[in-house]
């Protein structure tokens, strides 16, 4: 798995653009989806969303996700939960304090985030404190409903 995360890191920019994609998919799909109904959808939702994002980005569902700023790296995988940078316990080698055999995630996240079009811009951006009330939830259906205008 740890592998397959870093593989995603490397190719931050083919996968981001893969996700434009499926946004836009999405936004077509949205008055069809509506009709179905959100709630309706949340289950199937979130269950397809944690198999490919946890395939690829090892997701931790937390409900709010920032892939796209993090250079496609989930911030939800540091060990402390830190999700707007690094702790001062990086390691020279780029090493995690607490988990030494695995590399700082905001290390990966800094050099995914260089790949990406818009990844300059979207890692300089502050993340809002987790709400752990989504945690489990489909991001994907929260992001089009927030992208309709329509309550979360």
Same mark, same amino acid.
Request: hydrophobic share 40%.
């Given at each position: 798995?740890?592998?397959?995360? %870093? ?5 931050? +920019?083919? #996968? @981001?653009?893969?996700?434009? $994609?499926? !946004?836009?998919?999405?936004?077509? &799909?949205?008055? %069809? ?5 959100? +709630?309706? #959808? @949340?289950?199937?939702?979130? $269950?397809? !969303?944690?198999?490919?994002?946890? &395939? ?10 920032? #892939? ?85």
């Amino acid at each position: 798995m740890y592998a397959l995360r %870093l593989w995603s890191t490397r190719h931050a +920019r083919g #996968l @981001e653009t893969a996700y434009r $994609a499926f !946004e836009a998919a999405l936004a077509t &799909l949205s008055p %069809l989806l509506r009709r179905i109904g959100h +709630r309706r #959808l @949340e289950r199937p939702a979130a $269950a397809l !969303e944690k198999m490919a994002k946890g &395939l690829l980005f090892d997701c931790r569902m937390c409900g709010s996700c920032v #892939l796209s700023s993090t250079g496609m790296t989930c911030p939800m995988n540091c060990p402390k939960e830190l999700r707007n940078g690094p702790c001062g316990g990086v390691r020279a080698d780029g090493a995690c304090e607490i988990r030494p055999e695995m590399r700082c995630v905001w290390v990966e996240a800094w050099k995914g985030s260089r790949r990406m079009r818009q990844g300059r811009a979207a890692f300089a951006s502050v993340a809002p404190p987790l709400d752990r009330s989504i945690a489990g939830t489909s991001s994907w259906l929260r992001h089009l409903r927030e992208r309709e205008g329509a309550r979360p």
